[in-house]
């Protein structure tokens, strides 16, 4: 009996002892040990980390925290590279020129020093005529680049070796984004791909899933669909990742939450905000992190449409649409509204110099006056010449906020004596009869815009469903743009062109959806709208 009794004993013994540890915390989730982060995400990389190759934007993510680049752009969309590649940099004065210059302490993680050979090899490859993605105007628009890649010559003579920590680049013409396409391509080692043609790149899924770069982190264990964990690169050049282990997991969205909680993740990206979708986070101890996101929405105005001849009736939908309450009421206030085609965010929204147009029903009403519209048979709706003031708005109703917005732009219009027609359509259609300048259904539309670091995208989105590239102005604007890398200069023209779009009230800016994640209580992230984990290795988690 004794033996037996022992037998029973032993086993209660550890259990108690188990319940013991859980209760007094002792077995703690991956964040409470403070080394580790587990970054949930539904999405698995293809593993191809690789700078110029990648397709994916959780691939793109890896390499972020395993490659270096020469330049970076800060909290306000400022170009910086205290943390990069390069100790400086110099443009000729024709801007045709740039010279960087290469800090010398970068090594890749296999010890081997990265040099203006790595540099160099990275942007040529870009111009090969196998490499398996599109020409990028970065490159190919450097002396000798489009030649190389049609192989009419075995260099590209724009970039040019100067020695082991200078390297320069020599471009046809201007080419005023030069300096911000810098800062979407980090470097790779020379030596681990120049024996292995181009056109085999995609296959060595040896060499991608397992790469040698310069950044604060190295790849420890890839696993398809299943995880990425990284750890600290010892040769990298900066600060040491104060958070030591970073785990990308590959999870499912239905049962991110029920991760969370059980401690299996430490951050998720959410698709809602609203507070419904957030508070089931909340209410279990988690953090909502919301940050501005480069994607805007805005309602164009057809300019070839005879009916918007007259910008006082386009001022006046401006005025008449109150952007900050359809934020507050769709968006429950996670959103901003942008200021022009930039991001929300960025300093051309932040520095309060690019006008835009408040909530003004009686500005509204006091333009559509002017412009000949009234209300002569009393149904609500203004008209003009015999004709009602109606327009076709055009969208995508795909989404449940897009439909929402077009539904309170109807109604708000409608307050000040416009008629508003909505026309749904599929997304492909929709684009479709928004690019068409004499459509008979497209007069207003809505639709969204991923605007990129440099402000020419905000140009380019402007014009491409108002078609303002045909007037005398955009040409000029787009012009002055262009013929400088000053980064200040180009920001007054960016101001400039904005306050011309304001005036001539081209199209209605109505929201800018933030990016929002779930996260441990403790968890401190450093990130920017562009490259959410550039910055990887500053996170941390509070004591």
């Given at each position: 009996?004794?033996?037996?009794?022992?037998?029973?004993?032993?086993?209660?013994?550890?259990?108690?002892?188990?319940?013991?540890?859980?209760?007094?915390?002792?077995?703690?989730?991956?964040?409470?040990?403070?080394?580790?982060?587990?970054?949930?995400?539904?999405t698995a990389p293809t593993g191809t980390f690789h700078p110029t190759i990648n397709s994916s934007d959780w691939d793109?993510?890896?390499?972020?925290?395993?490659?270096?680049?020469?330049?970076?752009?800060?909290?306000?969309?400022?170009?910086?590279?205290?943390?990069?590649?390069?100790?400086?940099?110099?443009?000729?004065?024709?801007?045709?020129?740039?010279?960087?210059?290469l800090r010398k302490d970068a090594?890749?993680?296999?010890?081997?020093?990265?040099?203006?050979?790595?540099?160099?090899?990275?942007?040529?490859?870009?111009?090969d005529p196998d490499y398996p993605k599109a020409q990028v105007p970065l490159i190919a628009e450097l002396v000798g680049g489009r030649e190389y890649h049609a192989g009419e010559t075995d260099t590209v003579e724009g970039i040019q070796v100067i020695d082991d920590h200078t390297i320069r680049f020599v471009y046809r013409e201007v080419f005023a984004g030069a300096l911000v396409g810098f800062t979407e391509y980090n470097i790779i080692p020379k030596h681990v791909w120049q024996d292995i043609p181009v056109s085999e790149w995609m296959n060595r899924t040896d060499l991608l899933s397992n790469p040698i770069g310069s950044g604060p982190y190295k790849v420890l264990e890839h696993v398809p669909n299943q995880f990425t964990h990284l750890?600290?690169?010892?040769?990298?050049?900066?600060?040491?990742?104060?958070?030591?282990?970073?785990?990308?997991?590959?999870?499912?969205?239905?049962?991110?939450?029920?991760?969370?909680?059980?401690?299996?993740?430490?951050?998720?990206?959410?698709?809602?905000?609203?507070?419904?979708?957030?508070?089931?986070?909340?209410?279990a101890g988690f953090q909502i992190i919301i940050y501005d996101n480069s994607v805007i929405w805005w309602s164009p105005f057809n300019l070839y449409n005879p009916k918007f001849d007259d910008v006082r009736l386009?001022?006046?939908i401006n005025y008449a649409i109150d952007k900050?309450?359809?934020?507050?009421?769709?968006?429950?206030g996670k959103a901003k509204v942008p200021v022009g085609p930039f991001p929300v965010g960025s300093r051309y929204t932040t520095s309060g110099a690019v006008r835009s147009y408040p909530f003004d029903l009686d500005k509204a009403r006091e333009l559509l006056a002017e412009a000949g519209y009234a209300d002569t048979n009393g149904d609500g709706i203004l008209d003009k010449d015999g004709e009602p003031l109606s327009i076709n708005l055009t969208y995508?109703?795909?989404?449940?906020?897009?439909?929402?917005?077009?539904?309170i732009i109807q109604q708000q219009l409608r307050a000040v004596g416009i008629d508003i027609r909505l026309i749904d359509m599929d997304f492909n259609s929709l684009v479709s009869e928004m690019r068409t300048r004499d459509s008979d259904r497209y007069e207003?539309?809505?639709?969204?815009?991923?605007?990129?670091?440099?402000?020419?995208?905000?140009?380019?989105?402007?014009?491409?469903?108002?078609?303002?590239?045909?007037?005398?102005?955009?040409?000029?604007?787009?012009?002055?743009?262009?013929?400088?890398?000053?980064?200040?200069?180009?920001?007054?023209t960016a101001v400039e062109f904005g306050n011309w779009v304001a005036d001539e009230s081209v199209a209605v800016f109505l929201y800018g959806l933030p990016r929002g994640f779930a996260a441990h209580p403790k968890l401190n992230i450093v990130s920017y709208m562009y490259e959410y984990t550039t910055h990887g290795h500053e996170w941390y988690y509070d004591e």
């Open positions: 009996m004794k033996k037996n009794a022992t037998r029973f004993i032993v086993p209660l013994f550890f259990l108690a002892l188990f319940l013991a540890i859980v209760s007094s915390g002792a077995i703690a989730s991956a964040a409470e040990t403070r080394d580790t982060l587990v970054y949930g995400i539904s793109r993510d890896i390499v972020n925290l395993v490659y270096s680049r020469l330049l970076s752009v800060d909290e306000n969309v400022v170009l910086v590279y205290e943390d990069d590649l390069i100790t400086g940099y110099e443009v000729s004065a024709d801007n045709k020129t740039i010279t960087f210059t090594v890749f993680s296999d010890g081997v020093p990265l040099t203006a050979e790595d540099v160099a090899f990275t942007y040529v490859t870009m111009v750890v600290p690169n010892d040769t990298f050049y900066g600060s040491a990742p104060k958070i030591p282990n970073f785990i990308f997991k590959i999870i499912n969205q239905d049962t991110a939450q029920a991760a969370m909680i059980n401690g299996e993740i430490d951050i998720f990206e959410l698709t809602k905000l609203n507070e419904d979708d957030t508070r089931p986070y909340t209410d386009r001022q006046a900050d309450s359809i934020v507050e009421y769709v968006l429950e995508s109703s795909d989404n449940e906020i897009r439909r929402q917005y077009a539904l207003m539309g809505l639709m969204g815009a991923s605007l990129r670091v440099d402000v020419s995208r905000g140009f380019d989105t402007v014009n491409q469903f108002t078609f303002l590239s045909d007037t005398d102005e955009y040409k000029a604007f787009q012009a002055e743009l262009n013929s400088t890398l000053d980064q200040e200069k180009r920001y007054a």
